[in-house]
């Protein structure tokens, strides 16, 4: 027979364990539309020009702008699910950080979030993204591109067909060297995540902090402990360098909504408080993002 203290404990345990299921839960039924947070099927409001007050001297190492993570995951319910918001509502939002994951099946590149396909192929995202600069070209995009649930290892060829089908070879900053705001307005600025020639600039020259893993709800604080260390960092860090801070997360007992709707608010409130200082944070990557977080992101340059 257990003692009563072990009792205790073990019921203390099936509480807590409980209350993380509750909060997964209840983070999965109806749309939420908030300052920080927004997973509803459009934006609150849309800022599409914002980089044409930046002067063109600025490297873009000293810019901080929004992304988010898994851009194109709109599909396969809530543990894969990252956005709401398509592809063309995201950039005219104001997002210029996007993070693409394509599946090679004999040279096809479906998108994909691990297992769940996202219902498009990359060649979709490519014509968002000329589109998108052919009517706003004051503005850049930049694009985190990786293979998924596929590993052949050899996508390169793939996206350069796909290049020359879906936009055209001089939308792309082709260079490994960050540019300048001038020098990229326009561009698509590939951030290769994958083997082969240059197409851009590389996905790991970049001063990176993604601890996606949260495995459950009650792991918030120590991915959050990691965000802001890294934006602490970014702060001071080397301004000759891109920081890239992902604020999104996900476990089995912690699904990507219920993680951004509790890590949205602490990055809200963290830029909140440095509002009006000169400060540089680099790229701030988020799931659900709202329109709101996105300006107050965008107001640092």
Request: proline fraction near 4%; glycine fraction near 8%; charged fraction near 20%.
């Amino acid at each position: 027979m257990a003692s009563p203290k072990r009792a205790s404990l073990q019921i203390g345990k099936m509480f807590m364990e409980l209350i993380v299921l509750a909060g997964v839960i209840s983070t999965t039924g109806s749309t939420i539309q908030r300052p920080d947070y927004d997973d509803t099927a459009n934006p609150e409001f849309l800022n599409p020009s914002w980089m044409g007050g930046i002067p063109d001297s600025r490297s873009l190492s000293e810019v901080t702008l929004p992304g988010t993570h898994n851009t194109m995951a709109l599909y396969g319910g809530a543990l894969a699910e990252c956005e709401s918001w398509s592809l063309a509502s995201q950039l005219r939002a104001g997002i210029r950080f996007l993070d693409i994951r394509v599946r090679n099946i004999r040279g096809n590149l479906t998108l994909h979030h691990g297992v769940s396909y996202q219902r498009a192929h990359f060649g979709h995202v490519l014509e968002d993204v000329a589109q998108f600069l052919a009517e706003y070209p004051s503005e850049m995009v930049l694009m985190r591109l990786k293979e998924e649930f596929s590993e052949t290892y050899d996508i390169y060829g793939p996206v350069v067909s796909y290049i020359h089908r879906y936009a055209h070879w001089d939308l792309l900053w082709h260079s490994r060297l960050v540019p300048t705001v001038g020098e990229a307005r326009g561009k698509l600025i590939v951030l290769q995540d994958f083997a082969g020639p240059d197409l851009g600039m590389r996905y790991g020259s970049l001063n990176i902090a993604d601890d996606w893993k949260v495995p459950t709800l009650l792991h918030v604080n120590e991915k959050w402990q990691s965000v802001q260390e890294h934006l602490d960092m970014a702060i001071v860090g080397n301004k000759a360098e891109i920081f890239l801070t992902y604020g999104s997360g996900a476990g089995v007992f912690a699904y990507p909504n219920a993680v951004a709707q509790r890590i949205n608010a602490r990055i809200y409130d963290y830029l909140t408080a440095r509002m009006g200082q000169n400060l540089r944070f680099g790229i701030i990557t988020t799931d659900f993002p709202g329109a709101l977080l996105l300006q107050i992101i965008i107001d640092f340059n």
